[in-house]
Protein backbone atom coordinates (compact mmCIF):
# COMPACT_ATOMS: atom_id res chain seq x y z
CA UNK A 1 0.00 0.00 0.00
CA UNK A 2 1.49 3.26 -0.61
CA UNK A 3 0.26 5.99 1.62
CA UNK A 4 1.47 9.00 -0.66
CA UNK A 5 -1.74 7.10 -3.59
CA UNK A 6 -4.84 6.88 -1.76
CA UNK A 7 -6.62 6.61 -5.10
CA UNK A 8 -4.48 4.25 -6.41
CA UNK A 9 -4.18 1.63 -2.83
CA UNK A 10 -8.24 2.14 -3.35
CA UNK A 11 -8.18 1.03 -6.56
CA UNK A 12 -6.00 -2.25 -5.64
CA UNK A 13 -8.07 -3.23 -2.55
CA UNK A 14 -11.26 -2.94 -4.95
CA UNK A 15 -9.35 -4.98 -7.65
CA UNK A 16 -8.85 -7.83 -4.75
CA UNK A 17 -11.91 -7.35 -3.55
CA UNK A 18 -13.18 -8.52 -7.39
CA UNK A 19 -10.68 -11.09 -7.91
CA UNK A 20 -11.82 -12.50 -4.99
CA UNK A 21 -15.80 -12.57 -5.80
CA UNK A 22 -14.69 -13.68 -9.54
CA UNK A 23 -12.96 -16.51 -8.27
CA UNK A 24 -16.16 -17.80 -5.72
CA UNK A 25 -18.36 -17.14 -8.59
CA UNK A 26 -15.79 -19.36 -10.66
CA UNK A 27 -15.84 -22.13 -8.41
CA UNK A 28 -19.64 -21.92 -8.04
CA UNK A 29 -20.14 -22.47 -11.60
CA UNK A 30 -17.49 -24.82 -11.82
CA UNK A 31 -19.18 -27.07 -9.31
CA UNK A 32 -22.44 -26.26 -11.25
CA UNK A 33 -21.31 -27.25 -14.32
CA UNK A 34 -19.83 -30.43 -12.46
CA UNK A 35 -23.35 -31.58 -11.25
CA UNK A 36 -25.43 -31.00 -14.54
CA UNK A 37 -22.51 -33.07 -16.42
CA UNK A 38 -22.68 -35.82 -13.76
CA UNK A 39 -26.61 -35.81 -14.02
CA UNK A 40 -26.47 -36.13 -17.66
CA UNK A 41 -24.60 -38.62 -18.12
CA UNK A 42 -26.51 -40.47 -15.55
CA UNK A 43 -29.84 -39.31 -17.42
CA UNK A 44 -27.91 -40.86 -20.90
CA UNK A 45 -27.49 -43.61 -18.99
CA UNK A 46 -30.98 -44.27 -17.58
CA UNK A 47 -32.31 -43.36 -21.30
CA UNK A 48 -30.36 -45.93 -22.81
CA UNK A 49 -31.28 -48.97 -20.30
CA UNK A 50 -34.69 -48.06 -20.71
CA UNK A 51 -34.74 -48.11 -24.79
CA UNK A 52 -32.74 -51.53 -24.12
CA UNK A 53 -35.35 -52.77 -21.56
CA UNK A 54 -38.08 -51.55 -23.84
CA UNK A 55 -36.60 -53.19 -27.13
CA UNK A 56 -36.25 -56.43 -25.12
CA UNK A 57 -39.84 -56.09 -23.48
CA UNK A 58 -41.30 -55.37 -26.82
CA UNK A 59 -39.27 -58.77 -28.50
CA UNK A 60 -40.29 -61.11 -25.44
CA UNK A 61 -43.84 -59.31 -26.16
CA UNK A 62 -43.51 -60.77 -30.11
CA UNK A 63 -42.35 -63.71 -29.32
CA UNK A 64 -45.68 -64.38 -26.94
CA UNK A 65 -47.35 -63.02 -29.74
CA UNK A 66 -45.75 -65.59 -32.04
CA UNK A 67 -46.33 -68.64 -30.23
CA UNK A 68 -49.74 -68.09 -29.00
CA UNK A 69 -50.66 -67.22 -32.75
CA UNK A 70 -48.86 -70.29 -34.23
CA UNK A 71 -50.21 -72.43 -30.98
CA UNK A 72 -53.87 -71.57 -31.42
CA UNK A 73 -53.80 -71.83 -35.32
CA UNK A 74 -52.23 -75.04 -34.83
CA UNK A 75 -54.56 -76.78 -32.88
CA UNK A 76 -57.97 -74.94 -34.58
CA UNK A 77 -56.42 -76.65 -37.63
CA UNK A 78 -56.08 -80.06 -35.99
CA UNK A 79 -59.44 -79.69 -34.24
CA UNK A 80 -61.23 -78.65 -37.88
CA UNK A 81 -59.15 -81.83 -39.38
CA UNK A 82 -60.37 -83.98 -36.79
CA UNK A 83 -64.24 -82.76 -37.30
CA UNK A 84 -63.53 -82.99 -40.81
CA UNK A 85 -62.69 -86.01 -40.56
CA UNK A 86 -65.65 -87.29 -38.41
CA UNK A 87 -68.22 -85.45 -40.75
CA UNK A 88 -66.50 -87.45 -43.83
CA UNK A 89 -67.08 -90.81 -42.23
CA UNK A 90 -70.55 -89.83 -41.02
CA UNK A 91 -70.79 -88.73 -44.70
CA UNK A 92 -69.70 -92.04 -46.41
CA UNK A 93 -71.72 -93.50 -43.80
CA UNK A 94 -75.28 -91.54 -45.12
CA UNK A 95 -74.92 -91.55 -48.37
CA UNK A 96 -78.18 -93.41 -48.93
CA UNK A 97 -79.47 -90.50 -49.92
CA UNK A 98 -79.86 -88.56 -46.82
CA UNK A 99 -79.16 -85.46 -48.92
CA UNK A 100 -80.41 -83.11 -45.60
CA UNK A 101 -77.79 -84.37 -43.45
CA UNK A 102 -75.46 -83.94 -46.24
CA UNK A 103 -76.26 -80.33 -46.51
CA UNK A 104 -76.08 -79.61 -42.56
CA UNK A 105 -72.27 -81.09 -42.47
CA UNK A 106 -71.62 -78.81 -45.16
CA UNK A 107 -73.37 -75.86 -43.74
CA UNK A 108 -71.30 -77.05 -40.56
CA UNK A 109 -68.30 -77.23 -42.18
CA UNK A 110 -68.22 -73.48 -43.26
CA UNK A 111 -69.58 -72.74 -40.14
CA UNK A 112 -66.24 -74.21 -38.53
CA UNK A 113 -63.96 -72.94 -41.11
CA UNK A 114 -65.67 -69.25 -40.33
CA UNK A 115 -65.17 -69.85 -36.44
CA UNK A 116 -61.42 -70.75 -37.20
CA UNK A 117 -61.38 -67.24 -39.46
CA UNK A 118 -62.64 -65.45 -36.86
CA UNK A 119 -60.68 -67.18 -33.83
CA UNK A 120 -57.41 -66.23 -35.80
CA UNK A 121 -58.56 -62.69 -36.70
CA UNK A 122 -59.34 -62.18 -33.09
CA UNK A 123 -56.34 -63.43 -31.86
CA UNK A 124 -54.13 -61.46 -34.03
CA UNK A 125 -55.94 -58.19 -33.79
CA UNK A 126 -55.50 -57.82 -29.81
CA UNK A 127 -52.21 -59.09 -30.10
CA UNK A 128 -51.07 -56.50 -32.15
CA UNK A 129 -53.37 -53.91 -30.29
CA UNK A 130 -51.35 -54.45 -27.40
CA UNK A 131 -48.49 -54.26 -29.47
CA UNK A 132 -49.15 -50.80 -30.56
CA UNK A 133 -50.53 -49.44 -26.72
CA UNK A 134 -46.34 -50.52 -26.22
CA UNK A 135 -45.42 -49.27 -28.87
CA UNK A 136 -47.30 -45.78 -28.54
CA UNK A 137 -45.96 -45.72 -25.10
CA UNK A 138 -42.54 -45.87 -25.80
CA UNK A 139 -42.44 -43.67 -28.80
CA UNK A 140 -44.16 -40.89 -26.22
CA UNK A 141 -41.44 -41.63 -23.42
CA UNK A 142 -38.91 -41.61 -26.06
CA UNK A 143 -39.82 -38.15 -27.37
CA UNK A 144 -40.11 -36.88 -23.66
CA UNK A 145 -36.48 -38.07 -23.01
CA UNK A 146 -35.70 -36.88 -26.01
CA UNK A 147 -36.74 -33.26 -25.47
CA UNK A 148 -35.13 -33.47 -21.78
CA UNK A 149 -31.65 -34.26 -23.55
CA UNK A 150 -31.92 -31.45 -26.41
CA UNK A 151 -32.55 -29.17 -23.62
CA UNK A 152 -29.78 -30.10 -21.39
CA UNK A 153 -27.43 -30.33 -24.55
CA UNK A 154 -28.41 -27.06 -26.49
CA UNK A 155 -26.09 -24.11 -25.35
CA UNK A 156 -28.74 -21.21 -26.10
CA UNK A 157 -32.18 -23.68 -24.51
CA UNK A 158 -29.55 -24.57 -21.48
CA UNK A 159 -28.83 -21.10 -21.19
CA UNK A 160 -31.84 -20.21 -21.04
CA UNK A 161 -33.01 -23.37 -18.58
CA UNK A 162 -30.48 -21.83 -16.10
CA UNK A 163 -31.15 -18.12 -16.34
CA UNK A 164 -34.79 -18.83 -15.39
CA UNK A 165 -33.68 -20.89 -12.89
CA UNK A 166 -31.42 -18.38 -11.55
CA UNK A 167 -34.62 -16.08 -11.67
CA UNK A 168 -36.73 -18.24 -9.92
CA UNK A 169 -33.94 -18.82 -7.35
CA UNK A 170 -33.75 -14.54 -6.72
Not at 42 to 71: C, G, H, M, P, S
Not at 85 to 113: M, P
Not at 122 to 137: F, G, H, K, S
Amino acid sequence: MDWFDPVGALVDWVNDRIDWVNDRVSNIYGWVHDRIADATRALERTIDFAIDKAEYALQRINNVYDWVRDYVEDKIEKAIRGFEWVLEEAADFFTSGLNQVWTAIEQALDRAEEVREWAIEWVTETIENAIDTVMATIEDLQRILSTVYNTLFDPEKFAELIERTIEAVW
